[in-house]
């Protein structure tokens, strides 16, 4: 037999067996629609179980003499400028993307343009940005030059916690109430350009304790807003995904099957530990732990709509394994991060890191897909 032929043999049954691999995979996701609503049941097992993702360090800030003293979030416009939200010392310092310093936007005080205490970050459009001040109860967008935009109070929903704006001025929003009876309240909302409400999205409940009772882990809501303007949004104690339009009409349910991962004694300090510094429950309190940690952490969307789940799973000090799925809800990968993505964009990975002494790094990483054949 030629040589011609016996590669070509191999070829054939390679991609017989790669073929017979995607379809037993895509057999095992299960897609079905209930009342206009398409709902995607995962299997455990990614499409794609040996993709590796390579991250190749390009760009740190900081690294060589410290600029930031307490970084609550990045952000990056269609330039590749980077916006860094420091929370500590009331400003968004913006670099462009070789890492030069271009401008300081905003400082601290109750003025215009002035800060107290910035929680959220984010870009209205490709040039404009957003900041929401807890203290001084509003937000305010500026344009790439550091100019004032617009103020908007939101003292009507004084707790608000997350803030996301859509690219028409209106504003998904997470809010923090209480019942009657004591019960913590988390609602998603969408409210118009004046902070006026449009409709609700979701809520949760968690039940009210005894005061000596601490939750170490409780109900919490998350979401993200895709390139569509639709709502991605989600309960950390199911694994369940859900995309609402921008009119609020539910599209797309993501559902994915996994295996519950036991809180260890070992895990409980650590949890602790995030609550109090020393690790150590005060006298006359409890903390109340689940058996088990919940489904996911949090999670992201880069500019492809890809959703980046950020689980419990760990490998010792290595990091925490992220179950990937696509812009149609199909899970795709999964990928152990020893680092903590805040934005990808342009197959590029943002994250902040510490150095020895503690002082807070921007770094950018290049991503890039490859088999893994181990």
Request: proline fraction near 4%.
């Amino acid at each position: 037999m030629k040589l011609s032929n016996k590669r070509s043999i191999f070829l054939l049954v390679f991609l017989i067996s790669f073929s017979s691999l995607i379809f037993s995979q895509v057999q095992k996701l299960k897609t079905k629609v209930e009342n206009e609503v398409i709902i995607i049941k995962n299997p455990k097992t990614p499409l794609f179980p040996n993709k590796k993702l390579i991250l190749k360090k390009e760009l740190a800030i900081g690294e060589e003499s410290s600029v930031f003293l307490d970084i609550r979030t990045v952000r990056v416009d269609k330039d590749e400028n980077i916006y860094v939200l420091d929370q500590k010392d009331c400003k968004i310092k913006m670099f462009d993307k070789s890492g030069k310093h271009i401008r300081d936007i905003g400082k601290r005080g109750n003025g215009p343009g002035e800060m107290m205490l910035p929680l959220v970050m984010e870009m209205i459009s490709e040039k404009d940005i957003m900041i929401f001040d807890r203290l001084n109860l509003r937000i305010t967008k500026f344009n790439s030059d550091g100019n004032i935009l617009k103020t908007i109070s939101t003292a009507k929903f004084s707790r608000s916690l997350n803030i996301i704006p859509d690219s028409l001025g209106n504003f998904f929003v997470l809010i923090l109430n209480y019942s009657a009876d004591g019960e913590t309240i988390y609602e998603l909302k969408k409210l118009d350009s004046e902070f006026n409400l449009l409709f609700n999205i979701g809520a949760i409940k968690t039940p009210l304790s005894a005061s000596e009772i601490i939750q170490v882990i409780s109900k919490q809501i998350y979401f993200q807003l895709t390139n569509k303007q639709n709502v991605i949004w989600g309960i950390n104690t199911e694994y369940e995904l859900q995309i609402v339009d921008n009119n609020g009409k539910p599209l797309r349910k993501i559902i994915k099957d996994y295996k519950p991962i036991h809180i260890s004694e070992a895990g409980k300090k650590e949890l602790l530990r995030r609550i109090y510094t020393s690790g150590r429950i005060p006298p006359g309190k409890k903390a109340n732990f689940p058996r088990d940690y919940p489904p996911f952490h949090y999670f992201i969307t880069d500019d492809q709509d890809w959703i980046y789940v950020k689980t419990y799973e760990r490998v010792g000090d290595e990091g925490f394994y992220y179950d990937i799925f696509d812009s149609d809800g199909k899970y795709v990968s999964r990928i152990l991060f020893k680092i903590r993505p805040i934005v990808i964009k342009k197959n590029k990975l943002y994250t902040i890191e510490e150095d020895k002494e503690g002082f807070h790094i921007v770094k950018r990483y290049n991503m890039e897909w490859k088999d893994n054949k181990h």
